[in-house]
T-cell receptor
């Protein structure tokens, strides 16, 4: 159980376009999901905390107008990279946690974004 | 502020040899500690976690870790490494209450296994 699905697994887009990444908790409800960014051979950096039915909480230095997060239901959060630039190319990973217990975060398989 | 240090960026071990990956943390309260493994181009898989109780925790794939409060450490061990264990390993610290559920990750240790 506790499966987190992330889609797409990889995407290539042109500069100036927007890309949407979906994160779904398949077999549990997650009122909170987290979006991380990982640069090559580096650790995961938390970008934002996505709260169902309310605005996301962004970490310092993360542009909320560039990285739009929507958590419309208990099983789905989306991250939209708006007006993408090559420097946005990265590996984006979402995670979610069941709220019923002290279970740890479960991670999706990530999305490799390449902006050309 | 919480932080995690993984002193070893890269470790190479022979298949069948024992393994220990180091992790030191800084946290203002009782920490929740985790070890995750990441294969290239993949997400993270939880190996094990420590919340409370027995300081030696067992995880999947034959891994274990020991929480040592006096040393602020949570080192990961495996008695006999398999070639399939080659991956990136991340130690993480955090809390699980409400918005404090976010984790802080170490920079990772890349494990290479030679045959």
């Amino acid at each position: 159980g506790a499966v987190v699905s992330q889609h797409p697994s990889w995407v290539i887009c042109k500069s100036g376009t927007s890309v949407k990444i979906e994160c779904r908790s398949l077999d549990f409800q997650a009122t909170t999901m987290f979006w991380y960014r990982q640069f090559p051979k580096q650790s995961l950096m938390l970008m934002a905390t996505s709260n169902e039915g309310s605005k996301a909480t962004y970490e310092q230095g993360v542009e909320k107008d560039k990285f739009l997060i929507n958590h419309a239901s208990l099983t789905l959060s989306t991250l939209t990279v708006t007006s993408a630039h090559p420097e946005d190319s990265s590996f984006y990973i979402c995670s979610a946690r069941r709220v019923q217990d002290n279970s740890p975060l479960h991670f999706g398989n990530g999305t490799r974004l390449t902006v050309t | 502020a919480q932080s995690v240090t993984q002193p070893d960026i890269h470790i190479t071990v022979s298949e069948g040899a024992s393994l220990e990956l180091r992790c030191n943390y800084s946290y203002g309260a009782t920490p929740y500690l985790f070890w995750y493994v990441q294969s290239p181009g993949q997400g993270l898989q939880l190996l094990l976690k420590y919340f409370s109780g027995d300081t030696l925790v067992q995880g999947i794939k034959g891994f274990e870790a020991e929480f040592k409060r006096s040393q602020s450490s949570f080192n990961l061990r495996k008695p006999s490494v398999h070639w399939s264990d080659a991956a990136e390993y991340f130690c993480a610290v955090g809390a699980l209450a409400g918005t404090a559920s976010k984790l802080t990750f170490g920079t990772g240790t890349r494990l290479q296994v030679t045959l």
